[in-house]
């Protein structure tokens, strides 16, 4: 059975500290990895789609990895703007849906 | 603006009532999804469609019904609902069932069941 598991499940920095997010999957053939960010009474919004180990992705201030067993979330000197739930969700090749994390609530403070 | 658009937004029904959740998407998407997120649990697929009348089963189908006759529709119906099914509903649409950004969610109906 798929399993993610996000940690930590909740984040606090201040403005600036940077810090990673981890999301560690179990699946029999990843087709896909994707990050998302959720703002409280709104739906996903999709960040990014990584395929293989060693693939990155980079926007604004976060950096996604992939390894054959986990995914990180990097983020380089965060706002407040930053602060979210951010789930993690795993694809695999044969399956027609996403494997969710739980998500780990990220709060930045000024 | 294209996206995803789910009604209602708030919801309360009494236990054994039956209600549809709406779910239209403007993208042309063929793959479309519910589901489900719940405090801890992370979002649970309760159904997808692949394309006009081709529905099947998530993880967790009880008590709920889906259809689809019109690519841009896909609604939810709960058929007698329960505590249990208090919970926030997204629906989501993609572009394909592997799709390489990702799948578009609308912005929830948060059902409360008492």
């Known amino acids: 059975e798929d399993q993610v598991t996000q940690s930590p499940e909740a984040l606090r920095l201040q403005e600036g500290e940077s810090s990673s997010l981890n999301c560690s999957y179990t699946?029999?053939?990843?087709?896909?990895l994707f990050w998302y960010r959720q703002d409280p009474g709104k739906g996903p919004e999709f960040l990014f789609t990584?395929?293989?180990a060693g693939e990155e992705k980079e926007k604004e201030r976060l950096k996604a990895t992939l390894t054959k067993k986990e995914s990180f979330l990097h983020i380089t000197a965060p706002k407040p703007e930053d602060s979210a739930t951010y789930l993690c969700?795993?694809?695999?090749?044969?399956?027609?849906?996403?494997?969710f994390g739980s998500g780990t609530q990220l709060t930045v403070l000024p | 603006n294209a996206g995803v658009t789910q009604t209602p937004k708030f919801q309360v029904l009494k236990t054994g009532q039956s209600m549809t959740l709406q779910c239209a998407q403007d993208?042309?998407?063929?793959?479309m999804s519910w589901y489900r997120q719940d405090p801890g649990m992370g979002l649970r697929l309760i159904h997808y469609?692949?394309?006009?009348?081709?529905?099947d089963q998530g993880e967790v189908p009880n008590g709920y019904n889906v259809s689809r006759s019109t690519t841009e529709d896909f609604p939810l119906r709960l058929l007698s609902a329960a505590p249990s099914q208090t919970s926030v509903y997204f629906c989501?649409?993609?572009?394909?069932?592997?799709?390489?950004?990702?799948?578009?969610f609308g912005s929830g109906t948060r059902l409360t069941v008492v």
């Open positions: 989501a649409s993609s572009s394909a069932v592997i799709a390489p950004r990702g799948y578009t």
């Open positions: 699946v029999s053939g990843l087709r896909g």
């Open positions: 990584l395929y293989s």
């Open positions: 969700a795993v694809q695999e090749g044969s399956a027609r849906q996403l494997t």
């Open positions: 993208m042309n998407h063929e793959y």
């Open positions: 469609s692949v394309g006009a009348g081709i529905t």
